[in-house]
């Protein structure tokens, strides 16, 4: 599975309430990604693939459904490359 990582040139203001504005230079609009999203991006690493991230997720929440984690994680990633906040970077395990 391919690993991921963040835009270049991207930039992330962090609001009190966990969630934070994401802007992309040369892009003239902001996106607010919510506190679980902001957490997703700040777990991937070059060598981080989505399904490290969903175990990462099932370790912090363990009375939660790992399937289910799964699938969600998975979700905001789609999300997040969809919008240019997270592209491939060809790592991965």
Known sequence: MSAFRAAPALTV????????VVAREG????????????????LFTPEATVD?????????????DAGR????????????V????LEPCGGGS
């Not at 984690?69 to 997040?80: E, F, G, M």
């Not at 969809?82 to 906040?85: A, E, P, Q």
């Open 69 to 80: 984690l799964a699938r969600d994680v998975d979700t905001i990633v789609k999300q997040l």
């Open 27 to 42: 892009v003239n609009e902001a996106i607010l990604l919510n506190a679980t999203a902001v957490a997703v991006l700040g």
């Open 13 to 20: 203001r962090e609001l009190p309430d966990g969630d934070a």
């Open 52 to 64: 490290d991230v969903a175990r990462a997720f099932a370790e912090r929440f363990p009375a939660e």
């Open 82 to 85: 969809t919008s240019g906040i």
